[in-house]
């Protein structure tokens, strides 16, 4: 059985943003605006998290790509009164727009806060429209929605791996923020699978899981050779 | 059960429903004014339905806002009736009579608009109905692990459950309203609702039966209605929500507004109808000290809750802690500490502070600070989230504020129809009141087997004397 999962190596990461940039070309995430981004309603289902440690002038930064962390165990799936977001034989957290009817309950129980919501129907004014992902449904209006581990290209992987008459191999299956990662700071993959990248990427001694003592048993791990403290307001 | 010495039935009916008509002018001009209010919040729920959840000020992370502290606050206040009016039956306490009526509609129009606001509050709420088991050719279920479907299941017993204990003692008023009423669509809206009283000793029986079985019944739905509602917080991982002690403590909260509802809803009464003789000075200061014994009982929850929270030192619980308490939320916080607490002790802990006028002004000032504690217990924990990259802030926008404003509005033009159709005071009740007071025991705990005499109803067409 697969497990799909991500492993991000926070040493690598240059705070670039292409992968949040591939992400919203790749998914179809509606572009909300200033005003609306300045309320709190920017939809990125990838964010790099801005921290700062140290005093002027040796300011050090750090950043961190924070998405949906596809939990083992996530607390948004039990919350949900329709199963508009449920938990698939692969271990995605997966959302069912069509079902969602928008208590916004899961958002509230992310411990990362990675769930974005369509507060209007989206928009997108021409020439936008025409570069829309036609394997991605837009989403409407008052629907939840995040992270989806560009399952859609998991779907094309495992298609185009059926027709050659073979599993679907390591390396197969790239999301759009991994491909864009200048420095290759992304693996993706099986994490049932020893060999893949993400699972050795998983086993390294750098390796930990952001908000791990929650055990909600994220399919993202993250690798981090300095200490890495949680920054409090 | 003798008579002689006490007028007949219809005359104190008479009296009592006159001085009801009395109030008709006011109760007009109040169904005017709550009406427009009616159409305020059509027109902002149906601006919201047109273009969208975002016209709110929710956003992330503060997904939850005024709909559900409304939500919570309204299901707060439904407890004013249905459990309150139910202990009292089940106690036999006298001074219940003029009370129970207009405390049972309370319930009933504060649930209807409590259930309504979950509704407001979805971001689709064209597919509400996906929440519910209903039969459907994709055999889809809804996910009953969701304290949101125990919400339903629970806030729909109690409507159905409060509902039919507001009806049955209603059957005999119904009774005396058809055979009053001259014939016409009045009456026949009367006899619908009196579903053919003859006020027989067999009838008689079997209603009180009900009554008491409802009554009873009532008060475990209460209870768990809710701490259904606390679960939808307390059943997360949020810091600031999960608590094992917010069933509890929202049960109380909830009786302690109900009871500030209900203080200032019996001084009205007293005042308007002149009810000095049921209501007395006694009834008030009895409640009065229930009143402060359920706002020490709320203190010393609050004052559990923070405590834990604070000692344990846990990193992002004690985050919504210092903004609760010396941050952005502070100056509601301690208002919030004031109104509940330290005013209700300071004036009620004197017999002069236990009468009408000042019971019903602490009853206002609890009003406003349970509506701040269900804010507190929503926004601060949601725009303190765990990864501080997020922390964000709330601002109601004019569509949520005007949908709150509304909501009054709705509640009191359904509360003015109901007076207006129906006698906010329980005739028989009143009737049977006056007679244990006649036969010289007026805190008789003895129940009346029947008060047949009273109800032999003149037959229909018999009008009004």
Redesign the interface.
Known sequence: MTRWGMAIDLDRCTGCEACVVACAAENNIQTVGEE?AR????MHWL?I???YEGEFPNVRTRF?P?LCQQCGAA?CE??????ATYHNPEGLNAMVYS???????C???C???V???????AEFPAPLDSQLNPDVSVR?????EKCTFCVQRIQAGKDEAAQEDREVMDGDVKTACQQSCPTKAIAFGDLEDPDSEVSRWAESPRAFSL?GD?DTRPGVVYLSGTEWR???? | MTSEAQRPARELDGELLGRLDRRRPGLFVGSLASGALVLVFLYCWGYQIANGIGVTGINRPVFWGFYIINFVFWIGISHAGTLISAILRVTKAEWRRPVTRSAEAITLFALAIGGLFPLIHLGRVTIFYYMIPYPNSRMLWPNFRSPLVWDIAAITTYIIGSALYLFLPLIPDAAVMRDRAAAGLKKRFYAVLALGWRGTAQQWHSLEWGIRILAVAIIPVAVSVHTIVSWDFAMTQTPGWKSTIFGPYFVVGAIFSGIAVLMIAMALLRRGLALERFLTDRVFNNLGLLFVTMSLVWGYFTFAEHLTVWYSGDLFEKNVHHVLLHGDFAVPFWTMVVVNLVIPVAVLSFPRGRRPLPTALVGCGVLVGMWLERFLIVVPALSTPRLAYSIGDYMPSWVELGIMVGAVGVFACLYFTFTQLLPIVSVWEMREGWRHAGSGEAGGAESDDAPTAVATAPAPGGGAA
């Open positions: 609306q309320e709190g309603r920017a964010r998290e801005r921290y961190m924070v607390p039990p919350v949900c009164p329709v199963y079902r969602c009817i928008g208590t916004r309950f958002a509230n129980n411990p990362y806060t769930r974005v919501f369509n507060w209007f129907d409407p209006g008052g629907v939840m908000l929650l949680e920054p409090a307001e």
